[in-house]
């Protein structure tokens, strides 16, 4: 967690992150860097470590739009059915309601920031890591209530060595 600063600033050293530790998402260490209470909702911001072959289950937003921006290694994002390499410097932004999943198809760690409109997937975050295994994915009827909390849907899973471009 940040030390405390001036009303409507939030800073952060490397490393740090806004939630109580970095979050295990999908198998991906993720920081908060921007939190939806520290912007009046507007939006959250995400630092994702994404390890290889590690990547979420193809799923859809009907709450937020959401941007991603590859730091380091490459990602293959699916969107709508249509497969696109992305390498760092490269990014993706996505609509509510376009249905999408990325993975790590290297032999190395991809690092990418998220940001998303409004916020509210940072909770979201934090609760999908409080019921999720390490390196894995929480029971699927767990997900599903997850989901259904917070505006999602889970539509398959991530995608696999056979997606392989």
């Given at each position: ?30 920081h908060v860097l921007v939190a939806g ?82 916020a509210g997937l940072d909770r979201f975050f ?40």
């Amino acid at each position: 967690m940040s030390t405390a600063h001036p009303a409507g600033a939030v800073v952060l050293a490397a490393g740090e992150t806004r939630s109580a530790a970095p979050l295990n998402i999908v198998g991906e260490t993720t920081h908060v860097l921007v939190a939806g209470d520290d912007s009046g909702g507007q939006f959250a911001s995400f630092h994702l470590g994404a390890p290889p072959m590690s990547g979420p289950p193809l799923h859809v937003h009907s709450r937020e739009d959401e941007w991603f921006y590859v730091l380091d290694g490459e990602l293959v994002f699916e969107l709508e059915g249509d497969r696109r390499t992305v390498r760092a410097g490269g990014s993706v932004f996505l609509r509510r309601g376009v249905t999408h999943r990325y993975q790590n198809f290297t032999d190395r760690e991809a690092r990418l920031l998220i940001t998303t409109t409004p916020a509210g997937l940072d909770r979201f975050f934090e609760a999908m890591d409080a019921m999720t295994p390490p390196g894995g994915l929480p029971a699927m009827d767990q997900l599903m209530a997850l989901d259904a909390e917070f505006g999602l849907t889970t539509l398959g899973p991530p995608m696999g060595p056979g997606d392989r471009p």
